[in-house]
T-cell receptor, first 113, second 114 residues
Framework: NAGVTQTPKFQVLKTGQSMTLQCAQD?????MYWYRQDPGMGLRLIYY???????DKGEVPNGYNVSRLNKREFSLRLESAAPSQTSVYFC????????????FGPGTRLTVL | GESVGLHLPTLSVQEGDNSIINCAYS??????FIWYKQESGKGPQFIID?????DKRQGQRVTVLLNKTVKHLSLQIAATQPGDSAVYFC?????????????FGPGTSLSVIP
């Protein structure tokens, strides 16, 4: 099993450009999550999907959209990137939407100039 | 407000010694706590968890202690090894109306001195 995979590993964007971060898991997990990690801020939840077909906002959803394409895949889209979105983005998955261990991908390091 | 914080941002220990990483949380409604380890350039990796109805849980070389009275969580690593060098995050699970919110602390960087 590959676990949770993310693409790309690195990305540099100019302000105003758009891009989609891809995430896939092969553990048959129901729930999937997108976090951003900034220095000294820990991990903050952007969006989550408790099950296939549902998505909900987390703590910092502004400027992002998500799609739960199927049970395996959960993508994060930046429609108009801003320098404040420079961060490391982690996708995670878990069996249930609550009180369950989350398994993280390797991350995408995004820089917005 | 809600917060999960760590008392020490960095910790250096001698190889073979025991390590203790501390975490304070502020929400008494939290019912589940997790410790994650994050190595450089990688995503967080689950180490151990504990539910609020327990005060101690042991794993392989790791022990988590929960003191709900003072809202304190600690991770103890026995016989610390160089491979234990990483950033350690505590996280708490808080029930919200629409989802269970997981709040991560800012992390403690553990350095093991050979």
């Amino acid at each position: 099993n590959a676990g949770v995979t993310q693409t790309p590993k690195f990305q540099v964007l100019k302000t105003g450009q758009s891009m989609t971060l891809q995430c896939a898991q092969d553990m048959n997990h129901n729930s999937m999550y997108w976090y951003r990690q900034d220095p000294g801020m820990g991990l903050r939840l952007i969006y989550y999907s408790a099950s296939e077909g549902t998505t909900d906002k987390g703590e910092v959803p502004n400027g992002y959209n998500v799609s739960r394409l199927n049970k395996r895949e959960f993508s994060l889209r930046l429609e108009s990137a801003a320098p404040s979105q420079t961060s490391v983005y982690f996708c995670a998955s878990g069996l249930r939407a609550s009180t369950d261990t989350q398994y993280f991908g390797p991350g995408t390091r995004l820089t917005v100039l | 407000g809600e917060s999960v914080g760590l008392h020490l941002p960095t910790l250096s220990v001698q190889e073979g010694d025991n390590s203790i990483i501390n975490c304070a949380y502020s929400n008494s409604a939290s019912d589940y706590f997790i410790w994650y380890k994050q190595e450089s350039g990688k995503g967080p990796q689950f180490i151990i968890d504990i539910r609020s109805n327990m005060d101690k849980r042991q794993g392989q070389r790791v022990t988590v202690l929960l003191n709900k009275t003072v809202k304190h969580l600690s991770l103890q690593i026995a016989a610390t090894q160089p491979g234990d060098s990483a950033v350690y995050f505590c996280a708490e699970n808080i029930r919200k109306t629409s989802y269970d919110k997981v709040i991560f602390g800012p992390g403690t960087s553990l350095s093991v001195i050979p």
